[in-house]
């Protein structure tokens, strides 16, 4: 999917995960937000970690969590950024856990989700 898609025509569970990584994003200041949800339906929110000795994008923070929370599989994944998509290292993070058809939805500050890739 390629167009532009309202937080409103979004399944619930989507919709939450996308305005946690919306919020995630505006309350740390951050280039990104990230939150992912499990097998369960917990959900786990992170925030672009840049730190002199660590760097790592809010999706892998957000798979980090779920992996030392002892999620075993991820149902969907939301990334909130102002840039294009998704780096490939994401994609495979996500796709080490959840397997190669899980979705990312890649929305805008906004929250408009711009566009919806598969880790695979």
Known sequence: MTDTTSLGS?????RKIVTLARSAR????VPEGAAVRD???RTYVAAT?????LKLSALRTAVAMAVASGAESLEAAAVVTGGEGVAEEDLAAVRDLGGAGTPVLV????GTVRDTVVAG
Request: glycine share 20%; hydrophobic share 25%; no cysteine.
């Open 39 to 41: 097998e369960t339906g």
């Open 10 to 14: 979004l399944g619930p569970e989507d």
């Open 49 to 53: 970690v840049e730190l002199p000795s």
């Open 26 to 29: 505006a309350r740390n200041g």
């Open 107 to 110: 929305a805008g500050p906004d």
